[in-house]
């Protein structure tokens, strides 16, 4: 299983990155997906999750800045990041879930950093 997230970078307050999250190795359409993040000397925190049926949350820090989506076709997770700010500065991560009858698949991917600054 591989989980390859790109699309991080230097973005100057106020600007956009739209991350990229391509799966392998799963039947990707039946597992619900997650972008997480961890800034320095922060915990892990969740930023966003899409269902298999296409269900949405967010982070409250995050309404109304960042979309999740999925390609089904593509096996690619998506996050769309409007308006960034310097505490939107992190290493995110995606994350792939899927219940099954002895527990929980839970794959993640390396990380892609994304930093605000001026």
């Known amino acids: 299983v591989q989980l390859q997230a790109s699309g991080g970078g230097l973005v100057q307050p106020g600007g956009s990155l739209r991350l990229s999250c391509a799966a392998s190795?799963?039947?990707?359409?039946?597992?619900?997906m997650n972008w997480y993040r961890q800034a320095p000397g922060k915990q892990r925190e969740l930023v966003a999750g899409?269902?298999?049926?296409?269900?949405?949350n967010y982070a409250n820090s995050v309404k109304g800045r960042f979309t999740i989506s999925r390609d089904n076709a593509k096996n690619t997770l998506y996050l769309q990041m409007n308006t960034l700010k310097p505490e939107d500065t992190a290493v995110y991560y995606c994350?792939?879930?899927?219940?099954?009858?002895?527990?929980?698949?839970?794959?993640w991917g390396q990380g892609t950093l994304v930093t605000v600054s001026s």
């Open positions: 190795g799963i039947i990707f359409s039946r597992y619900s």
């Open positions: 899409i269902s298999i049926v296409g269900r949405t």
């Open positions: 994350n792939a879930v899927q219940p099954t009858p002895w527990g929980t698949d839970d794959y």
